[in-house]
């Protein structure tokens, strides 16, 4: 059992950054592969980016290859999303999620946080 808690969301203007955070509980956290998913009012949860196990390999949607950077933090049980040159579009509820396999579908994917609100405003 894994339980995710994400923080870090908030309010910025088009062009800002932000990092969100995503701290797991339990010790087998490096047996998991994270990633991060967003859903915006009215439409489907997406895919964004996703980390191997040891952080060796990372994987992103094209909407946010460039700009956005998944990273994580085996000792502090921690993955990361740094996200700048942010733009209205990104706006969405933004989730991490742990699975014991490296996958881009959500359907992948066993544990999920509960959210965190991102808001980009023009």
């Known amino acids: 059992q894994v339980q995710l808690v994400e923080s870090g969301g908030g309010l910025v203007q088009a062009g800002g950054s932000l990092r969100l955070s995503c701290a797991a509980s339990?010790?087998?956290?490096?047996?998991?592969?994270m990633g991060w998913f967003r859903q915006a009012p009215g439409k489907e949860r997406e895919f964004v980016a996703a980390?191997?196990?040891?952080?060796?390999?990372?994987y992103y949607a094209d909407s946010v290859k460039g700009r956005f950077t998944i990273s994580r933090d085996n000792a502090k049980n921690t993955v990361y999303l740094q996200m700048n040159s942010l733009k209205p579009a990104d706006t969405a509820v933004y989730y991490c999620?742990?699975?014991?396999?490296?996958?881009?579908?959500?359907?992948?994917?066993?544990?999920w946080g509960q959210g965190t609100q991102v808001t980009v405003s023009s």
């Open positions: 999620a742990a699975t014991t396999y490296y996958s881009t579908s959500l359907y992948g994917y066993d544990y």
């Open positions: 339990g010790r087998t956290f490096s047996s998991y592969a």
């Open positions: 980390i191997s196990w040891s952080g060796g390999s990372t």
